[in-house]
């Protein structure tokens, strides 16, 4: 009886393991996409760039906290949370006799190459940053480092 048990489960097993998985193919048409955007239009398109980069290789989301330079005031502590969304918070304090404070919500966009970010909704502001490994570097209207003396003044650092 024992033989014949396992003559029927042996093969029964076999049989399954050997299935092949089911799955569905999606063609990706512009119909699709068309489709896509207009049931999703709050959403940023990102590019893909291709190779390790900030955006696909580190591990970027999460607050941000730094005091830059500022020419009218003691400096302007900056609170920047970059969300997986695509979303940021920033937060910036205007530091001396009357602090001033500048709240914004709003979407961040990746440049091309997957290693710089500019803040959507700036107005009057650089709001380019450059992603490295648990830090921001403010960027300059052009979107390069801020050089010199004070250059690590410019760099905000993850919490």
């Known amino acids: 009886m024992k033989k014949f ?46 190779g390790d980069n900030s955006m696909n290789a580190l591990d970027w989301n999460g607050t941000y906290i730094g005091t830059i330079p500022c020419a009218d005031c003691e400096g302007i502590e900056i ?35 997957g290693s710089m970010i500019t803040l959507l909704g700036m107005e009057d502001a650089p709001g380019k940053y450059q992603v490295g490994e648990n830090q921001l570097w403010h ?5 390069k480092r801020i050089e010199g003396d004070l250059a690590d003044r410019y760099i905000l650092r993850k919490q």
């Open 5 to 50: 048990s396992y003559l029927v489960i042996l093969p029964a097993i076999v049989f399954f393991s050997c299935q092949k998985e089911e799955t569905k193919t999606v063609e990706i048409t512009e119909e699709v996409t068309k489709t896509i955007a207009e049931e999703f239009p709050e959403k940023i398109e990102m590019p893909v760039p291709k």
């Open 79 to 113: 609170e920047l949370t970059l969300n997986l969304d695509g979303t940021y918070e920033y937060k910036a304090t205007y530091l001396g006799e009357e602090e001033k404070v500048f709240e914004i919500e709003a979407p961040f966009q990746w440049d091309e190459t």
């Open 139 to 143: 960027l300059d209207m052009e979107g």
